[in-house]
């Protein structure tokens, strides 16, 4: 499946990635390992592999039998980030999870919000998606901020879920289902018209 479109809001631009994107995205990977090795995947029984370039053409080729979709995350035109939405299920599940990062460079600016609530809103109204996810390591302070900002729903909590910075690490649960955002989720973002939700640090 060949996809070229954007989404954007403000200087916040999302594109599906593409092979040309490895250099700056391995410049940002590797030049940022303390910001990113906290709450990267890691493989079991295998030395982290930092081959953004095979790592990148994984995630392109799950285009091919739409499993995935690879954004980057543009700011003012320049590539600062990932957002992938992986497992897509379709029919009677119609579901994906969504994970990201940003440079530190740009954080702070409600770069991964905007970028998530865009997608979000990309996958239920335009691929149909009836349900999205993300997961959050409990210690992620700054991953839950954009989950409360975004309002979704607390599931519960999946014990030494993923592999993280080396150990099975626990991952809270979050949702947001197609019919609790009928005005979009951006929209409500922007406008401040996000519900409060109720979650366990609260
Ligand atoms: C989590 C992350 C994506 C947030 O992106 P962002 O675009 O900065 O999101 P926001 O602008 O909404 O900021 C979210 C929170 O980050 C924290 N934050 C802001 N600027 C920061 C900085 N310069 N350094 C560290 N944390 C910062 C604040 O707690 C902020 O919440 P606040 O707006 O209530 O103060 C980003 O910090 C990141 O990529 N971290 C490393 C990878 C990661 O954790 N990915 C998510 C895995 S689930």
Redesign the pocket.
């Known amino acids: 499946m060949a996809l070229s479109f954007a989404l954007t809001h403000g200087d916040v631009k999302l594109r599906i990635a593409k092979m040309r994107d490895s250099k700056s995205l391995e410049k940002l990977i590797l030049g940022n390992r303390a910001?990113?090795r906290?709450?990267?995947a890691t493989n079991p029984g295998a030395p982290n592999s930092f081959d953004v370039r095979s790592q990148l053409r994984g995630l392109i080729r799950q285009l091919d039998d739409e499993s995935g979709m690879p954004f980057v995350i543009e700011v003012q035109g320049v590539v600062q980030?990932q957002l992938n939405v992986a497992n897509i299920l379709y029919g009677s599940v119609s579901s994906a999870v969504i994970?990201?990062?940003?440079?530190?460079e740009?954080?702070?600016?409600?770069?991964?919000?905007?970028?998530v609530a865009l997608v979000t809103d990309y996958l239920m109204n335009q691929v149909g998606l009836h349900r999205v996810e993300?997961?959050?390591?409990p210690e992620?302070?700054?991953?839950l901020?954009?989950i409360e900002?975004l309002g979704f729903r607390y599931e519960g909590i999946k014990q030494r879920y993923i592999h993280i910075n080396g150990d099975w690490r626990d991952h809270y649960i979050f949702a947001l289902t197609a019919e609790e955002v009928p005005e979009g989720i951006l929209n409500r973002f922007l406008r401040k018209q996000v519900p409060p939700q109720k979650y366990p640090w609260n």
């Open positions: 910001w990113l906290p709450w990267e980030g994970g990201y990062w940003v440079s530190p740009v954080a702070g600016r409600g770069v991964a919000p905007t970028s993300i997961d959050v390591r992620n302070t700054a991953s901020r954009v900002k």
